[in-house]
């Protein structure tokens, strides 16, 4: 079966570091999608991992661990704007490509 | 580039009536588009995989007589929520990948349809 867990809500304050965990169990895996969504708007692409370790973009970096079923996103210097919902995705190939999104985490960001 | 629309934007409808949502990519071409349905505060999920030229895959509790999805060009996909009711009100959102290339890892989203059904 496909399962993509992390933690519903989290806060944090502006200006610090906040990580965001993420273990799936997937079939067919092929990598790990890292999305940023506010309400009531489409995601947005952040990341995207395949092989392992950590990669950095910015204020924003995604790890992953293949053999440990295991992600996550580094956001940095936390800004009020980035008070969104994160959702963590597993890209599968079972005969075709797809991408299975687990709950997402919402984050708030306190001044 | 990578830029998928959809139309409407939202709709209000009335139950018993059909709904049709279009998504296209504007500046690439995605043999394969997805749609997904998103309820509030909860996560995407796939209803369907739309391929050119062929059947849709639909994921498992999704019908497919309900939810009829056509993908006539490879820029164009549509969802018809046929014979609505209140609770297919929801958040329909699409996403394509570029057709090979360097971006064919990436998901490209639409601004997503708000769907309410009176």
């Known amino acids: 079966g496909q399962n993509i867990d992390q933690p519903t809500e989290m806060t944090a304050t502006e200006g610090a570091i906040v990580q965001i965990n993420c273990t799936y169990q997937t079939s067919g895996f092929n990598g790990l999608f890292w999305y940023q969504q506010h309400a009531g708007e489409a995601p947005t692409f952040l990341s995207y991992n395949v092989l392992d370790g950590l990669e950095e973009k910015g204020r924003f970096s995604s790890f992953l661990s293949r053999s440990k079923g295991y992600s996550y996103l580094l956001l940095k210097e936390l800004q009020m704007k980035d008070s969104a919902s994160y959702l963590c995705a597993g890209r599968t190939y079972t005969g075709g490509f797809k991408t299975i999104f687990g709950a997402g985490t919402r984050l708030f960001v306190k001044a | 580039g990578a830029v998928v629309s959809q139309h409407p934007s939202w709709v209000i409808c009335k139950s018993g009536t059909s709904v049709k949502i279009e998504c296209r990519s504007l500046?690439?071409?995605?043999?394969?588009m997805f749609w997904y349905r998103q309820f509030p505060k909860q996560s995407l999920m796939l209803m369907a995989t739309s391929n050119e030229g062929s059947k849709a895959t639909y994921e498992q509790g999704v019908e497919k007589d309900k939810f009829l999805i056509n993908h006539a060009s490879l820029t164009l996909s549509t969802l018809t929520v046929t014979s609505a009711h209140p609770e297919d009100s929801s958040f329909y959102i699409c996403s394509a990948s570029p057709s090979g290339g360097a971006l064919d890892n990436e998901q490209f989203f639409g601004p997503g349809t708000r769907l309410t059904v009176l």
């Open positions: 500046d690439f071409q995605a043999t394969t």
